[in-house]
């Protein structure tokens, strides 16, 4: 299962899947997520396995900054995990499932550069 993000903000268009990919449904309608929550090994586990177990092969998580961070002893450049016990930031998070051809695949894993606002691959660790 190959994890994407992208912002939740502005047109659709920006976050806009490639020719060959499906939607299937969204695994969760809304969610809010620290930035803590997002730091873990396998923080989509969940809304991944509601999307594999709905014939997806893809999960779009769209994520929207609710709060920034609030603690002044834990700046920005400073790793959520360095910062215990603060959470960090809040983000406003969406699911979206697709199923997506091997092009399709292909296709999100070669862009270089990610256009503004269009799906970037997650990198997660502890997870296959």
Same mark, same amino acid.
């Given at each position: 299962m190959s994890v994407y993000t992208a912002p939740l903000d502005g047109p659709a268009a920006g976050h806009a899947m490639p020719d060959g990919c499906r939607k299937l449904?969204?695994?969760?309608?809304?969610d809010y997520l620290s930035e803590l929550d997002m730091d873990q090994d396998d923080p989509f586990r969940k809304p991944r396995n509601a999307a594999a177990a709905g014939g %997806?092969?893809?999960?779009? #998580?769209?994520? =929207?900054?609710?709060?920034?961070?609030?603690?002044?002893?834990?700046?920005?450049?400073?790793?959520?995990r360095d910062c215990a016990p603060s959470s960090g930031a809040w983000y406003t998070v969406e699911f979206e499932s697709y199923a997506c051809s091997a092009d399709a695949l292909r296709?999100?894993?070669?862009?270089?550069?990610p256009a503004a %606002?269009?799906?970037?691959? #997650?990198?997660? =660790?502890?997870y296959s």
């Open positions: 449904a969204v695994a969760i309608a809304q %997806g092969n893809v999960l779009l #998580v769209l994520k =929207r900054l609710t709060s920034a961070r609030r603690d002044l002893e834990c700046p920005n450049a400073v790793p959520i296709a999100l894993n070669t862009k270089k550069t %606002g269009a799906p970037a691959p #997650v990198a997660l =660790r502890g």
